[in-house]
T-cell receptor
Framework: EDQVTQSPEALRLQEGESSSLNCSYT??????LFWYRQDPGKGPEFLFT???AGEEKEKERLKATLTKKESFLHITAPKPEDSATYLC????????????FGSGTRLLVRP | GAGVSQSPSNKVTEKGKDVELRCDPI?????LYWYRQSLGQGLEFLIY????????KSGLPSDRFSAERTGGSVSTLTIQRTQQEDSAVYLC????????????FGPGTRLLVL
């Protein structure tokens, strides 16, 4: 069964303290891995798409990387406005229309 | 440009009533998806449309749930005889086509069944 696991469940950082979020996946035929950010009371906001191992994408303080088993979302010198839940999702196999989501990492960045 | 829009943003209903949730996808997007986000359950797939057709309805929790899409644009998710376990956030997403394309989400409809 296709599965996506995110860790840690929650992360508290001091402003400026860099860290990484992990998304490990077990799927049959990865078609794409997606990172979203979700603020309370809002829908998921698209951040990155990664398609193949070794691929990296960057946007401001965020950088996403992909290997054959996992993806990392690196946050460099975070600011309080980066506080949100970060969701990882995959498209896989023949059902490459159905996003399979992890349970998310709740990030809190304190000033 | 305009993103995915959903209405209503919040809905409170009594157990046993029917509800309709609406989704307007990004203009030009042919694929439309419905997901449900419950506390402790994460995001789960319900149904998707390619044009007006729904090739996979396997995620619908029961026969009380149905969805349709008309004109390749607006979609409606209907829940009949609502139950308390239907309380959740219902999210709609759209993409330019199915496959590996990025899905863009709307703000969701928060449904509370009393």
């Amino acid at each position: 069964e296709d599965q996506v696991t995110q860790s840690p469940e929650a992360l508290r950082l001091q402003e400026g303290e860099s860290s990484s979020l992990n998304c490990s996946y077990t799927v049959s035929g990865l078609r794409g891995l997606f990172w979203y950010r979700q603020d309370p009371g809002k829908g998921p906001e698209f951040l990155f798409t990664l398609y193949s191992a070794g691929e990296e994408k960057e946007k401001e303080r965020l950088k996403a990387t992909l290997t054959k088993k996992e993806s990392f979302l690196h946050i460099t010198a975070p600011k309080p406005e980066d506080s949100a839940t970060y969701l990882c999702a995959v498209l896989a196999g023949d059902s490459s229309y159905k996003l399979i989501f992890g349970s998310g990492t709740r990030l809190l960045v304190r000033p | 440009g305009a993103g995915v829009s959903q209405s209503p943003s919040n809905k409170v209903t009594e157990k046993g009533k029917d509800v309709e949730l609406r989704c307007d996808p990004i203009s030009g997007h042919t694929a439309l998806y419905w997901y449900r986000q419950s506390l402790g359950q994460g995001l789960e797939f319900l149904i998707y449309f390619q044009g007006n057709s729904a090739p996979d309805k396997s995620g619908l929790p029961s026969d009380r749930f149905s969805a349709e899409r008309t004109g390749g644009s607006v979609s409606t998710l209907t829940i009949q005889r609502t139950q308390q376990e239907d309380s959740a956030v219902y999210l709609c997403a759209s993409s330019s086509r199915t496959g590996e394309e990025t899905q863009y989400f709307g703000p969701g409809t928060r449904l509370l069944v009393l």
